[in-house]
């Protein structure tokens, strides 16, 4: 069974970039396609970004299309988002896992991101 810990968040001006990394362990997400989501102060958790196993197809809701980066490492078992532009509507607590809602693994802890001036 594959635990999933997300890291990088933490305080951002507007403007500003960071990444979060989700290290995988307990087994391989190599075969997996795997999303970011995120879940923002009284909101639901939301599907924002996807790639697939070989990084071939990336994909984003619209919000974050253009700003943000979802990227893979498969020999380090490891996910990545990159936050570029950011402003206050990011303000979430963000979560990786599988892409497919019927094949997610369980949560992570999850990395908080602040965007405030």
């Known amino acids: 069974q594959v635990q999933l810990v997300e890291s990088g968040g933490g305080l951002v001006q507007p403007g500003g970039s960071l990444r979060l990394s989700c290290v995988a362990s307990g087994g391989s997400i190599a075969l997996r396609p795997m999303a970011w989501y995120r879940q923002a102060p009284g909101k639901q958790r939301e599907l924002i970004a996807t790639?697939?196993?070989?990084?071939?197809?990336?994909n984003y809701v619209d919000s974050v299309k253009g700003r943000f980066t979802i990227s893979r490492d498969n020999a380090k078992n490891t996910l990545y988002l990159q936050l570029s532009t950011v402003n206050p509507e990011d303000t979430a607590v963000y979560y990786c896992n599988a892409r497919d809602t019927d094949r997610l693994w369980p949560w992570g802890q999850g990395t908080q991101v602040t965007v405030s001036s």
């Open positions: 790639i697939s196993s070989a990084s071939i197809s990336r």
